[in-house]
């Protein structure tokens, strides 16, 4: 049997942990998640009756094997499709119909989470949320083949014959950073993990009780010139939105979402609400019934990572995986990376 401590519970974990529990060999996985939910950064909220995407919008059925888990190896009970396309707008607001027939957008009546739900609750792994890993020790406990992990409560979690680092780029630097690790491989990993570039983004979730009519699912900033980047209704998710109501996703650009983000909610709920209402025409959406918000520092890697370091730290153990491994700020590929670094991990 081989022992394997994860950290975080993103879809990416979620893929290998389902992978470490089909594997030939028997898989002990024990995952450590810092926050109350699975899934990570594509996150679901739900709110009265609306059920709603503030991270992640949707998977994409870019790749093969995502196709594949989710539409053959996980139920498809409550998996979704979007059938209304994404259309663009210009640093002038106007509005250009655009063209992703061929792209399957998906997600779940209950919302992204399912993804990673669905996955860890076919394996036996043992997930400890609310748990935050601060320390990746190597040795410890007398065996230095070994790793242990010590959260922020100083509880110690092992001894794991591997760990899985799974949170963002920075977050995995400085776990790798602060680690119990006598290895030259550590200061390299924790460099290569820094230098991956991250934009920042500014989510602010408006509702409304009245239906917007229009022929789009969501509008895109093709030039990335506007201050609003993302613009999109939650109502054409089959399952998100009661009947004659309408709930608005708007993400900010980066440059905008990096300057404010230390600005007062109220302030930037009421500029997204104000461009929001300029950019669909339509004086109303200045007034929402209610908002949310959440701002993501580490939204989404704007490069890759430099992959000797990552290699040297998996010939010792020590895995990273997610979306900056992946090289692509998407879902599809944050699960993709977590198949193959599961697979990695058994060598099958
Ligand atoms: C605003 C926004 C919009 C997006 N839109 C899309 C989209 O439309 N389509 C798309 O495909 N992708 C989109 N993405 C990207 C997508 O969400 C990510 O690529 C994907 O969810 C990354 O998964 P992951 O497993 O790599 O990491 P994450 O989801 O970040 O998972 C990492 C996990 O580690 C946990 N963690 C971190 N530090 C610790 C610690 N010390 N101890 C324990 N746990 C820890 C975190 O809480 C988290 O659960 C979007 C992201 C954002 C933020």
């Given at each position: 049997m081989i022992r394997i401590g994860i950290v975080g519970a993103g879809a990416a974990a979620a893929a290998a942990a389902h992978t470490l529990a089909n594997a030939s060999i028997e898989v002990d996985s024990t995952v450590l998640e810092k926050s109350r939910g699975l899934c990570g950064r594509a996150a679901t909220r739900r709110r009265e009756d609306a059920i709603y995407e503030y991270g992640a919008n949707y998977l994409k059925s870019d790749d093969e094997r995502v196709v594949e888990l989710v539409t053959d190896t996980l139920e498809t009970e409550g998996l979704v499709e979007i059938s209304d396309p994404v259309w663009t707008f210009d640093a002038d607001g106007t509005v250009t119909e655009g063209d992703d027939r061929d792209d399957h957008k998906w997600t779940y009546r209950q919302g992204l989470t399912q993804v990673a739900k669905r996955l860890f609750a076919r394996t036996d792994a043992t997930v400890h949320r609310e748990t935050r890993a601060e320390t990746v020790i190597r040795g410890g406990g007398g065996d230095d083949e070994t790793w242990q992990l010590e959260d922020a409560d100083g509880k110690r979690w092992g001894p794991f014959d591997a760990v899985l680092l799974n949170p963002p780029a920075p977050q995995t630097a400085e776990l790798v950073r602060s680690a119990d690790w006598e290895s030259p491989v550590r200061e390299p990993l924790a460099d290569a993990a820094e230098a991956v570039p991250y934009r920042t983004i500014w989510t602010g979730v408006f509702h409304y009780p009245f239906e917007l009519e229009r022929p789009y699912y969501a509008l895109v900033n093709a030039d990335k010139d506007h201050d609003v980047g993302w613009v999109s209704r939650e109502e054409c998710k089959p399952g998100h939105v009661p009947d004659g109501e309408s709930l608005l996703i708007v993400q900010a650009s980066p440059e905008w979402s990096a300057?404010?983000?230390?600005?007062?909610?109220?302030?930037?709920?009421?500029?997204?609400?104000?461009?929001?209402?300029?950019?669909?025409?339509d004086d109303r959406l200045r007034e929402p019934d209610w908002t949310d918000h959440q701002g993501w520092r580490y939204a989404l890697p704007d490069d890759g990572v430099a992959t000797e370091p990552l290699d040297r730290a998996e010939r010792e153990g020590l895995y990273c995986l997610g979306d900056w491994v992946a090289g692509e700020g998407r879902l599809h590929a944050a699960l993709c990376n977590g198949l193959e670094v599961g697979a990695r991990v058994t060598g099958e």
């Open positions: 300057d404010r983000y230390d600005e007062p909610p109220a302030a930037n709920l009421e500029r997204l609400a104000d461009m929001t209402a300029r950019l669909l025409g």
